[in-house]
């Protein structure tokens, strides 16, 4: 029995690490892909970032949201990556960035505590615009999703601190 038990485990371990293996030359090939698509190429940076809450959003994600500021933290998040790269400026005529949440989840304290991800993950998802002098350069759709809870992050602001901040990098990535 411990004998078929361990084959089994070997040949169930070596087809799920083949699984995650990485073709890096398709990893080159996105990277090259996404410098061309760049909208911070040619010497542009970003002047203006603009954070909405989707107007479908449910009302008590609405509340949830304000509750904890999250326009405003999803907002700080970016400038200061952008600001870490060195793309973000004073400009009147820089790139301006509307990210619109169009959904929001986010678990009580209680919940996370108590069940973790068995009451589900938290998530933000993003619709980005870059626009410069009203013309749209790119958009895309990106989103974040942490099931931590119990003792890593008890609390929901502890939770959103660090989704946003992990959102933000997501977000000048894929500019």
């Known amino acids: 029995m411990l004998t078929r038990f361990s084959i089994t485990a070997v040949l169930f371990y070596s087809l799920l690490m083949s699984g995650c ?17 760049s909208v911070l190429t040619n010497g542009r940076s970003v002047s203006k970032i603009i954070v909405s809450l989707d107007n479908d959003l449910a009302s008590d994600r609405k509340e949830a949201a304000d509750q904890y500021s ?42 996370a505590f108590w069940a973790g991800a068995m009451a589900g993950a ?27 809870g119990g003792l890593i992050a008890p609390s929901p602001s502890q939770r959103i601190n660090r989704m946003s901040k992990a959102l933000a990098k997501r977000i000048v990535s894929k500019l």
Do not use: Y
């Not at 405003?72 to 952008?82: F, G, H, S």
């Open 70 to 111: 999250l326009a405003d933290r999803i907002k700080t998040d970016v400038q200061a990556v952008l600001e870490e790269k060195g793309v973000m400026s004073s400009s009147e005529n820089g790139v301006v960035l509307n990210i619109n949440v169009s959904s929001f989840r986010l678990r009580s304290g209680a919940s």
């Open 122 to 148: 938290d998530n933000i998802f993003v619709t980005v615009d870059a626009e410069s002098n009203g013309a749209k350069l790119k958009t895309f759709k990106t989103d974040i999703s942490t099931a931590l």
């Open 21 to 37: 293996a990485s073709n890096p030359s398709a990893g080159a090939a996105e990277s090259i892909k996404q410098a061309a698509n």
